[in-house]
């Protein structure tokens, strides 16, 4: 008797029990709103009612509001939206496989730029670049945030705790990149004005990476400059032309997931520098074999000289 009431209970528990599909839309709506990003996508993926919710474009604006206050300001194609922006601005992109043709290179740039420290948003801003001028195409690529003379945070802060996130969109296309890396990935100090510059760097395909520079005065809470710069294997600077090349590959290649993304394109960017810094290495041992090559034909010429001038 005691087995039937329990069979009775857990039967009319089952008959009570509520699924979450079962809840009304609004308050899963307001449940949905307060994941991140990836957690939206995969819940969104469970069942046909929870895919109508988790694709409400005013949910992912919240969301890309959230994470990159710029964008209020950055026009979107109607049909991507913030979901779009969101799927190509916030995983790091992934090692491009070369295209049979090149890729058409963007007439315009925006970038979305939001530094933060310790949560709170100290820079937010919205550039337009036009990319199609003859003089952005031939010169080294650059792309400054701060066009005056910087501005100072509520309060002195550590350069290394810093965050950045700069978005380039396509507005053309409404393709959009990741294009620095959320941490810095070196912090170095200028002795001689005593300005702190912190590095954020992403790597790209073809031997590019973009690499962007908050340089700061950390005693004031000074931000002196903002700005982005692409830059070869060799070190060097990477004209406007291929920077753009490699910028369209990465916009249209694949991304890396959110597990893991971050310190994947951090090692990316390291292997990226360790290959710079060992050409200069065969550079400037190349460079020391000529050197020595040259002052011994000039020291063999020279008592060559001595033996002819002796002889006569």
Known sequence: MAAGAMDAA????AGTATAIEDLPADVLALVLRRLDGASLATVGCACSGLRDLAADPGTWRGLCLAVWPSVRD?????GGGHRALFADAFPFPAAPVPAAAPRPLPARLISAVDLHHGGVCILSRVVETDAASDWFLGSPFRVDALVQEGFSAPSAFAPADLALSWILVDPATGRALNASSRRPVSVDRKWLTGDTVARFAVALGGGVALEAAVVCDER???????????EDGDGGGVSGRDALAAVAAAMAGARRGSRGAEGEARLRYEEFVRGKRARKEWKARREGMLDLCCSGVG??????FLVMLTLR
């Open 74 to 78: 950055v026009p979107l194609c109607a």
């Open 299 to 304: 020291a063999a010429a020279f008592l060559g």
């Open 10 to 13: 857990a039967g009319a528990a």
């Open 220 to 230: 004031y809470g000074h931000v002196r400059e903002v700005s982005l710069c692409a």
